[in-house]
Protein backbone atom coordinates (compact mmCIF):
# COMPACT_ATOMS: atom_id res chain seq x y z
CA UNK A 1 0.00 0.00 0.00
CA UNK A 2 1.49 3.58 -0.95
CA UNK A 3 1.55 6.38 1.53
CA UNK A 4 0.41 9.26 0.36
CA UNK A 5 2.19 12.50 0.95
CA UNK A 6 0.95 16.38 0.53
CA UNK A 7 4.39 17.67 -1.34
CA UNK A 8 5.27 21.72 -2.82
CA UNK A 9 8.16 19.87 -3.96
CA UNK A 10 11.74 18.10 -4.23
CA UNK A 11 15.06 19.28 -4.40
CA UNK A 12 16.87 16.62 -6.10
CA UNK A 13 20.07 17.67 -4.43
CA UNK A 14 21.09 20.31 -1.91
CA UNK A 15 24.17 21.12 0.21
CA UNK A 16 22.41 23.85 2.01
CA UNK A 17 19.80 21.77 3.89
CA UNK A 18 21.62 19.94 6.32
CA UNK A 19 25.12 17.63 5.72
CA UNK A 20 26.33 16.35 2.87
CA UNK A 21 24.43 15.95 -0.59
CA UNK A 22 20.74 15.59 0.53
CA UNK A 23 17.01 15.03 -1.50
CA UNK A 24 14.79 17.89 0.43
CA UNK A 25 11.25 17.35 0.34
CA UNK A 26 9.10 20.08 1.15
CA UNK A 27 6.04 19.35 2.61
CA UNK A 28 2.24 21.87 1.79
CA UNK A 29 0.98 23.17 4.23
CA UNK A 30 2.50 25.40 7.44
CA UNK A 31 0.15 26.36 10.46
CA UNK A 32 3.01 28.83 11.73
CA UNK A 33 2.95 31.66 8.75
CA UNK A 34 6.45 33.00 9.74
CA UNK A 35 7.29 36.55 8.72
CA UNK A 36 9.92 36.92 6.38
CA UNK A 37 9.20 33.13 4.96
CA UNK A 38 11.10 32.12 2.23
CA UNK A 39 8.59 29.44 1.45
CA UNK A 40 5.20 30.89 1.56
CA UNK A 41 4.10 29.08 -1.02
CA UNK A 42 4.02 25.79 1.13
CA UNK A 43 1.52 27.75 3.18
CA UNK A 44 -1.67 26.76 2.03
CA UNK A 45 -2.55 23.14 3.22
CA UNK A 46 -4.82 22.59 -0.52
CA UNK A 47 -2.08 23.72 -2.58
CA UNK A 48 1.11 21.56 -4.17
CA UNK A 49 0.10 18.08 -5.16
CA UNK A 50 0.35 14.62 -4.13
CA UNK A 51 3.07 11.76 -4.31
CA UNK A 52 3.71 8.83 -2.36
CA UNK A 53 6.39 8.02 -0.25
CA UNK A 54 7.48 5.21 -2.07
CA UNK A 55 7.86 7.08 -5.33
CA UNK A 56 10.38 9.51 -3.40
CA UNK A 57 12.17 6.97 -2.04
CA UNK A 58 12.64 5.34 -5.63
CA UNK A 59 13.78 9.01 -7.05
CA UNK A 60 16.62 9.02 -4.21
CA UNK A 61 17.86 5.81 -4.94
CA UNK A 62 18.59 6.77 -8.43
CA UNK A 63 21.13 8.96 -7.32
CA UNK A 64 24.01 7.52 -5.66
CA UNK A 65 25.62 11.23 -4.34
CA UNK A 66 22.85 11.39 -1.85
CA UNK A 67 23.10 10.42 1.71
CA UNK A 68 20.43 11.87 3.39
CA UNK A 69 17.02 13.34 3.44
CA UNK A 70 15.58 16.50 4.80
CA UNK A 71 11.85 17.22 5.64
CA UNK A 72 10.76 21.07 4.84
CA UNK A 73 8.21 22.72 4.35
CA UNK A 74 5.66 24.14 4.71
CA UNK A 75 6.08 22.23 8.38
CA UNK A 76 6.34 18.24 8.35
CA UNK A 77 4.67 17.68 11.34
CA UNK A 78 1.43 18.80 9.96
CA UNK A 79 1.95 15.34 8.08
CA UNK A 80 4.09 13.74 10.64
CA UNK A 81 2.77 10.00 9.91
CA UNK A 82 3.44 10.49 6.28
CA UNK A 83 6.70 12.00 6.95
CA UNK A 84 7.45 9.46 9.59
CA UNK A 85 6.99 6.57 6.82
CA UNK A 86 8.88 8.63 4.73
CA UNK A 87 11.84 9.25 6.82
CA UNK A 88 11.39 5.21 7.75
CA UNK A 89 11.48 3.57 4.72
CA UNK A 90 14.94 6.39 3.64
CA UNK A 91 16.67 4.83 6.95
CA UNK A 92 16.06 1.75 5.64
CA UNK A 93 17.67 2.57 2.39
CA UNK A 94 20.55 3.35 4.56
CA UNK A 95 19.86 7.68 4.38
CA UNK A 96 20.56 10.29 7.56
CA UNK A 97 17.56 12.54 7.97
CA UNK A 98 17.24 15.99 8.79
CA UNK A 99 14.34 18.19 9.71
CA UNK A 100 13.13 21.07 10.08
CA UNK A 101 9.95 22.95 12.07
CA UNK A 102 8.37 26.05 13.44
CA UNK A 103 7.61 24.42 16.51
CA UNK A 104 10.35 24.05 18.97
CA UNK A 105 11.04 20.08 20.81
CA UNK A 106 9.96 20.93 23.77
CA UNK A 107 6.43 21.57 22.62
CA UNK A 108 6.85 18.58 20.09
CA UNK A 109 7.44 16.53 23.45
CA UNK A 110 4.38 17.85 25.81
CA UNK A 111 2.23 16.82 22.66
CA UNK A 112 3.36 13.30 22.80
CA UNK A 113 0.33 12.02 24.08
CA UNK A 114 -1.80 14.21 22.00
CA UNK A 115 -0.10 13.81 18.88
CA UNK A 116 1.92 10.14 18.91
CA UNK A 117 2.90 10.93 15.29
CA UNK A 118 5.18 13.64 16.38
CA UNK A 119 6.99 11.17 18.26
CA UNK A 120 7.01 8.72 15.53
CA UNK A 121 8.75 11.31 13.67
CA UNK A 122 11.01 12.49 15.88
CA UNK A 123 11.91 8.74 16.55
CA UNK A 124 13.43 8.62 12.87
CA UNK A 125 15.25 11.74 12.64
CA UNK A 126 18.64 12.54 13.17
CA UNK A 127 19.08 16.38 13.43
CA UNK A 128 16.01 18.86 14.16
CA UNK A 129 16.01 22.73 13.55
CA UNK A 130 13.50 23.65 15.62
CA UNK A 131 11.58 26.88 16.57
CA UNK A 132 9.98 29.66 14.00
CA UNK A 133 12.14 31.77 11.21
CA UNK A 134 11.96 35.08 13.03
CA UNK A 135 12.79 37.88 10.49
CA UNK A 136 14.14 40.12 13.39
CA UNK A 137 17.14 37.01 14.10
CA UNK A 138 18.06 36.23 10.92
CA UNK A 139 21.50 35.87 10.37
CA UNK A 140 23.12 34.19 6.83
CA UNK A 141 25.79 33.41 9.03
CA UNK A 142 24.37 30.51 10.45
CA UNK A 143 24.92 27.07 9.45
CA UNK A 144 21.54 25.25 8.10
CA UNK A 145 18.98 27.31 9.71
CA UNK A 146 17.86 30.90 9.46
CA UNK A 147 17.24 32.85 12.70
CA UNK A 148 19.01 32.67 15.85
CA UNK A 149 16.79 31.65 18.01
CA UNK A 150 16.57 28.46 16.12
CA UNK A 151 18.43 25.25 17.27
CA UNK A 152 20.09 22.27 15.37
CA UNK A 153 19.31 19.13 17.80
CA UNK A 154 20.91 15.94 18.19
CA UNK A 155 17.30 14.03 18.20
CA UNK A 156 18.38 10.47 19.65
CA UNK A 157 20.06 12.29 22.74
CA UNK A 158 16.98 14.48 22.85
CA UNK A 159 14.71 11.75 22.82
CA UNK A 160 16.89 9.43 25.63
CA UNK A 161 17.23 12.46 27.64
CA UNK A 162 13.87 14.28 27.15
CA UNK A 163 15.10 17.19 26.35
CA UNK A 164 16.70 19.62 23.78
CA UNK A 165 20.84 18.88 23.17
CA UNK A 166 22.44 20.68 20.68
CA UNK A 167 23.98 18.91 17.33
CA UNK A 168 27.24 19.49 16.60
CA UNK A 169 25.93 21.72 13.81
CA UNK A 170 25.66 24.24 16.12
Known amino acids: MSTKIRLAGVIRESIVDGPGIRMTVFCQGCPHHCKGCH ?42 DAMAELARQAKAEGYNIFCYTG ?22 CDWLVDGPFILEEKSLMLHFRGSRNQRILDVPKSLEQGKAVMSEYN
Do not use: C, M, R
Open 39 to 80: NEQTWDFAGGYDSTVEKIIEEAKKDKLIKGLTLSGGEPFAQA
Open 103 to 124: YTFEKLYADFEKHPEYKKLLEQ
